[in-house]
C-alpha cells in the first residue's frame, strides 16, 4: 500500500472581525491514508473534523501545514496551495464531497440533479441513465419523487439524494461528513451496503461518523481529535 493521502500539521482557525476574535478550527492535525483505505473521523462537537474536510476540500483555505494528495492527473499536489483550476478539476474527476445538507440547485429535480453528477463520470449517455437509475432504486428513492425538486424533501430524502449525487461517479477519494446522521436504520444499511462497494472498487474514504460502531468492519482506522492520532477501535 501506498499513501494516497498524507495531512501533515494542518492548521485552521477562523478569524471574526465583528466580534474582534479568534477561533480555534482544527489544530495540527497529521493522519495519512493509504490507498484503498477507510479511515474514520471522531471527537467531540467542535473539535474541528468538517473543518479537516473542508480543508481537503479546499471549501477552506488552510493556514498552515500541508495535505499531499496522489492525483491521477497531476500526480502529487498539495491541496492546501494548488491553485483554484486544478482544485475544481480534482473536485469533479478524483474528490467526492458528501455534507450533511444538500446545498438544493434551483429548479434540478432529483433525477436530474445525480444524472448531472454521474454524466461527468460516464462518457456514454446510457451509462449516466442506467447508473442514475441504480442509484436512486439503490437507495429505495419513491418513484413519484424522482421528477421533483427537490426543496420539498424530507431531510432524510436529501441527504440520501446528496449521497447518490456523490457516489455515482465512484470517486477515487470520498469524503463523507457524518453521511448517516439524520438517516433511519433501513437508509444507514443502505449507505454502509455502498460505501463497502465502493471500497471494493477501489476509492479510498475519509469519513466523519456520529456513531463508528456503525461502520465496524468497513472502516479501517479511526482518527480520534482528542487523541491527536489514530486509536484503536
Ligand atoms: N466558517 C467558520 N467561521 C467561524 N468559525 C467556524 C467556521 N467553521 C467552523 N468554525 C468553528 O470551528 C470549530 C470547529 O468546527 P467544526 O465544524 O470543524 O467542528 P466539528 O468537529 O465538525 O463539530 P460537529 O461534530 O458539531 O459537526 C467550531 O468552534 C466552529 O464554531
Ligand atoms: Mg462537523
Redesign the pocket.
Known amino acids: 500500500m501506498s499513501a494516497m493521502l498524507e495531512i501533515r500539521n494542518l492548521s485552521k482557525g477562523?478569524t471574526?472581525h465583528a466580534a474582534d476574535r479568534r477561533?480555534?478550527?482544527?489544530e495540527d492535525v497529521s493522519l495519512v491514508v493509504e490507498q484503498g483505505e477507510f479511515v474514520g473521523i471522531t471527537?467531540?462537537?467542535?473539535?474541528?473534523?468538517?473543518?479537516?474536510l473542508k480543508c481537503l476540500y479546499r471549501t477552506n483555505l488552510p493556514e498552515s501545514g500541508s495535505i499531499l494528495y496522489d492525483s491521477e492527473a497531476f500526480g502529487m499536489v498539495d491541496l492546501a496551495t494548488l491553485d483554484e483550476r486544478r482544485v475544481i478539476y480534482l473536485r469533479n474527476y478524483e474528490i467526492g464531497y458528501v455534507s450533511q445538507f444538500l446545498d438544493v440547485v434551483p429548479r434540478t429535480t432529483a433525477r436530474q440533479i445525480v444524472a448531472a453528477s454521474a454524466a461527468e463520470a460516464f462518457a456514454d449517455e446510457r451509462d449516466v441513465e442506467s447508473e442514475t437509475t441504480r442509484m436512486l432504486e439503490h437507495f429505495d428513492f419513491p418513484r413519484p419523487l424522482w421528477d421533483l425538486y427537490p426543496n420539498t424533501f424530507s431531510g432524510g430524502e436529501k441527504l440520501r439524494l446528496n449521497i447518490a449525487r456523490a457516489m455515482v461517479r465512484r470517486p477515487r477519494l470520498l469524503l463523507l461528513d457524518?453521511p448517516t446522521a439524520s438517516l433511519d436504520n433501513a437508509s444507514k444499511l443502505k449507505v454502509r451496503d455502498l460505501i463497502e462497494q465502493l471500497k471494493a472498487g477501489g476509492t479510498t474514504m475519509l469519513g466523519?461518523f456520529h456513531d463508528l460502531e456503525f461502520m465496524e468492519g468497513v472502516c479501517d482506522r479511526e482518527y480520534n481529535?482528542q487523541a491527536g492520532g489514530f486509536v484503536c477501535a
Do not use: A, D, W, Y
Open positions: 477562523f471574526l477561533v480555534r478550527g482544527c471527537g467531540r462537537s467542535g473539535s474541528g473534523k468538517s473543518t479537516i457524518e466523519i481529535m
